[in-house]
T-cell receptor, first 112, second 112 residues
């Protein structure tokens, strides 16, 4: 079946550096792609989304890039902070089915 | 405004026992979801609901049943628990047209 997946299971970065978390998707029918952050012992929390007809969207310290040609999604975090340490999930929303399908996640570790 | 509340937070079941997990949201959201998250894994969709009185199967529905008798509540039932159902269960809700799902704090279920 169609699914959303990730390239890297763990990413370790130095505090202050930029982080890039990647995701590959296979369902071209999805209308939105979303990034969630999950801290230890908590439920996932929405970060940012991007509509399928966009290439880039910026938020506060985060940027999401969508490359539909290669079905690739990335989340860029500027000036990574210790509080950014968490597991990051990409997800897709297929509007016609109302489902939110999640990928397997990448753990981000920020070194002091 | 409590958001999404899951009951209970922890539970240990013996194989073959039944139980019901309760999810309650006070945001008047139409859509509600039940996910399971196994250690080091992503979230897999069990069942979801697009409104009061409606439910649909997700990616891994076998062994679970759900009901949405009231808009604010979404119940997940295990009729005969199996060790393979040991997991952390998350409930989420979102409003129509939004990609931002709000998650509960999770229910850690162990089946022995």
């Amino acid at each position: 079946g169609e699914s959303v997946g990730l390239h890297l299971p763990t990413l370790s970065v130095q505090e202050g550096d930029n982080s890039i978390i990647n995701c590959a998707y296979s369902n071209s029918a999805s209308d939105y792609f979303i990034w969630y952050k999950q801290e230890s012992g908590k439920g996932p929390q929405f970060i940012i989304d991007i509509r399928s007809n966009m290439d880039k969207r910026q938020g506060q310290r985060v940027t999401v890039l969508l490359n539909k040609t290669v079905k690739h999604l990335s989340l860029q975090i500027a000036a990574t902070q210790p509080g950014d340490s968490a597991v990051y999930f990409c997800a897709e929303r297929a509007d016609s089915s109302y489902k939110l399908i999640f990928g397997s996640g990448t753990r981000l570790l920020v070194r002091p | 405004n409590a958001g999404v509340t899951q009951t209970p937070k922890f539970r240990v079941l013996k194989t073959g026992q039944s139980m019901t997990l309760l999810c309650a949201q006070d945001m008047n959201h139409e859509y509600m979801y039940w996910y399971r998250q196994d250690p080091g894994m992503g979230l897999r969709l069990i069942h979801y609901s697009v409104g009061e009185g409606t439910t649909a199967k997700g990616e891994v529905p076998d062994g679970y049943n759900v009901s949405r008798l009231k808009k604010q509540n979404f119940l997940l039932g295990l009729e005969s628990a199996a060790p393979s159902q040991t997991s952390v269960y998350f409930c989420a809700s979102r409003s129509t047209g939004s990609t931002e799902a709000f998650f509960g704090q999770g229910t850690r279920l162990t089946v022995v």
